[in-house]
């Protein structure tokens, strides 16, 4: 969360002319409901399930960009969609810059809590190895505009051999 997926990610299909999807603004539409009421209402297994059939379905597709939220790689059924259908960019922030990003939303259901860091810390440590696991490049964030990071991300894929 705060790693900036949505936002490079609408920035990267732009440069790439490719169309871009938001797995989070999927879920909305396809439920008619944000995600803080999802949340509330299904519990954050509820929302698991959406995101899983959201994430499948898009993977099916070729020739798009999609970010997914920062959860996303915690089903080992994503992991498999993700990998199998394309590149993997695994965006890394510090924990104290997804803070500061994070700050002003309020549509982040798992930030709603006494001490966010702490919670964005615990996430990190259980999520960096599964991002590490699927990731073809990893690009570091921190202190570095989105224009940069997406330089960087067309750089590193066309670095990349052809699969
Ligand atoms: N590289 C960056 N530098 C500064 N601010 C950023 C950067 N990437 C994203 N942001 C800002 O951080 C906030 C969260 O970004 P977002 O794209 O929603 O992250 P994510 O989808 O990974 O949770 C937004 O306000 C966005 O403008
Ligand atoms: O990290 C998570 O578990 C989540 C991240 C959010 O997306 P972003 O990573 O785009 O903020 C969104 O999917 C939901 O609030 C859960
Ligand atoms: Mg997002």
Redesign the pocket.
């Known amino acids: 969360?705060?790693?900036?997926?949505?936002?490079?990610g609408r920035l990267l299909a732009k440069e790439l002319r490719l169309p871009f999807k938001d797995s989070d603004k999927e879920i909305e539409q396809r439920t008619g409901a944000d995600i803080p009421w999802i949340f509330d209402v299904e519990g954050e297994q509820g929302f698991r399930e959406r995101e899983q059939a959201v994430i499948c379905s898009l993977c099916e597709s070729d020739g798009l960009v999609l970010?997914t939220g920062?959860g996303a790689v915690l089903r080992p059924q994503n992991r498999q969609a993700l990998r199998n259908c394309g590149r993997v960019v695994y965006?890394h922030a510090s924990v104290e810059q997804q803070i500061d990003?994070?700050a002003r939303d309020r549509n982040r259901p798992l930030l709603r809590a006494p001490n966010p860091g702490q919670v964005l810390a615990d996430l990190l440590a259980i999520r960096d190895p599964l991002y590490r696991e699927i990731a073809d490049v990893i690009i570091e964030?921190d202190e570095?505009?989105?224009r940069m990071?997406v330089q960087e991300i067309l750089e590193r894929l066309e670095a990349l051999a052809p699969r």
């Open positions: 969360m705060g790693a900036g997926k949505s936002t490079i970010a920062g965006l990003r994070t964030t570095r505009p989105p990071v």
